[in-house]
């Protein structure tokens, strides 16, 4: 069967590498950023390549009026989708309690708002449809208290594991996927520091959305991709708090 994804966050990156790997599969998508030039591009080159078809929403998710076109969308009925990937992120370079609260507004509202408002509207028409998947891009940030965007991340995967709970008996599956340092434009567009981050942390994006897609066809509600963040995920759930206290004190 045929389906439909929305991809917030497709022109880079991990959302990127969703829209390639569902693409290859035969969904059909629409991909969400606020670069319309870099989103035409992309919806054309996987139509041509995949035979599918990709519409195009240019949106920034910070702003009400964004997140308000993309949630319209979601309930449409006419061309139902049937997998939101909440994607879109950006990271402040400065330590919260030194950075302008304004920056913290939009991150917040980016981070935690707008997938708040997709997941709303998603789990409402799903739920009249009787299945759905939703994939929440978090962070291993989540795991350990490191300022407001592993707050944020924190934030979305306990939300993602309740509406797992909640809405498996209406069909639908809800995923936080954590992720560990990945290449992709996030640290370089907000100008981290990432020279001191040893080579074996970094994954690939493509590895990331490949280890979610196997997790989320196996209904698990956090997906944390490839075995080295496996055991530092635990470790960081299940460290001491004095350790946990250390680590937060360090940087990104
Ligand atoms: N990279 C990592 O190490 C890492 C690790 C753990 C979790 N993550 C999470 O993974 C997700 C994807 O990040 P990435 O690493 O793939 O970053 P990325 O390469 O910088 O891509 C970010 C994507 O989000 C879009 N975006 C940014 N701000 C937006 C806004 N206001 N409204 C709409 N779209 C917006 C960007 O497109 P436009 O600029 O065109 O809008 C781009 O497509 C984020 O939620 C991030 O927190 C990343």
Partial sequence: MTTTALITGATAGIGNSFARALAKQGSNLVLVARD???LEALAADLERKYKITAEVIS?????????????????ESSAPVDLLVNNAGASLA????????ADEDRQLDLLVRAPMHLM??????MVGRGRGAIINVASVAAFTPRGTYSAHKAWLVNLSQWANIKYSTAGITVQAL?????????????????ANVPKWMWLSSDAVVRGSLRDLKKGKPISVPSLRYKVLAFLSRHAPSGLVAKIAKKGR
């Avoid at 949106?59 to 309930?75: H, S, Y």
């Avoid at 400065?94 to 609260?101: P, V």
């Fill in 59 to 75: 949106a920034d998710l910070a702003t009400t009026e964004g997140m308000d076109r993309v949630a319209e969308r979601l309930t």
């Fill in 178 to 194: 954590c992720p560990g340092f990945t290449r992709t434009e996030f640290h370089q567009r907000m100008q981290a520091e990432i």
């Fill in 94 to 101: 400065r330590w919260f309690g030194s950075t302008d609260i």
């Fill in 36 to 38: 319309t030039a870099r």
């Fill in 120 to 125: 709303d509207a998603a789990l409402k028409t």
